[in-house]
């Protein structure tokens, strides 16, 4: 039942956009911890109602208090663990690495909420349990994106590039955070075909707290000083490129912005819990 559950977990995660460690949210140690958190409480639970529990307990978890399958915390949070702490099960106990920010907590605990909503009603048969792995709604929320292009001459060099560039990740979504601008950072990649070179696109939902200017020189400038502080990030952006820059509706993918029956589907809940909460007017500003 703990496979059972964990695959379930993985799968929503992924679905929702908040599995992936290196820009702030969930890795697979997190998710292990959870759920057998969830099936320690419950040992005797069917695999549905694991994953109801699971949304009922996290939901409400009064965090920054640790999530640990046994008594002993460590003694020491490094940073990033500050908010969402999770407690390896080893001794001496020891937190999971984390990259979570601001930005990345508040959408896990809307997706928490997202799901205690779905799932509140155990008794019921009639819940749909397709809607809690439907894919997150980018389109839907955010009216602007701030647009990652990496690029490098071949698909070898390129592979290394997004690999040492996404390890640097947190650095942009804190400087963003810094502006008081919110950012959901989409783990996914695309390709921009109109490129001639070898390139992962990443497009990285913008919400604007105040009419905040964004000049995207100036942000690239301060991410690349993260980028670059050692040798082997210098020699990789010696051939390799980072673009940036801040783009709307008509500048992403069919793929991100279609969810026609999804919007259609839950008419009943809050818009918060769906994921989509209405964009506040007079906080859009752009540069």
Known sequence: KFQLLLRCLKLWARKRGIHCH???????IH??????????????ATANTLLCRFFEIFS??????????HEQTPLWSPDGCSLMPIVMPCYPPEFCASNVTKSTFNKIKEELWRGLSLTKDTSS???????????????????????IVLSAPTTEELRDWVGWVKSRFRSLI?????LNIGCDPNPSE??????????????????????????????????????????????KCAHSDIELSVVGMPQVPK????????????????????????????CNAVG
Request: hydrophobic share 40%; net charge positive.
């Open 31 to 44: 998710l292990a911890v959870l759920g057998a958190y969830v099936c320690r409480r419950h040992p005797n």
């Open 190 to 235: 695309q390709v921009d075909h109109t490129i001639g070179e070898p390139n992962a696109v990443f497009l990285w939902g913008l919400i604007m707290y105040s009419n905040t200017q964004i000049c995207t020189t100036s942000l690239k400038e301060d991410f690349m000083r993260s980028v670059t502080n050692n040798i082997y990030g210098k020699e």
């Open 60 to 69: 409400h978890w009064p965090w920054p208090l640790p999530v640990s399958l």
């Open 174 to 178: 804190l400087k963003l955070e810094s």
């Open 125 to 147: 048969v009639d819940i749909d349990w397709s809607w809690i792995f439907a894919p997150f709604p980018y389109g839907a929320k955010y009216k602007h994106f701030l647009r």
């Open 255 to 282: 793929s991100m912005s279609d969810h026609p029956a999804y919007l259609q589907k839950l008419p009943n809940l809050p818009p918060r819990m769906l994921g989509y909460p209405p964009m506040r007017q007079g």
């Open 22 to 28: 290196l820009v702030g949210f969930f890795a697979g």
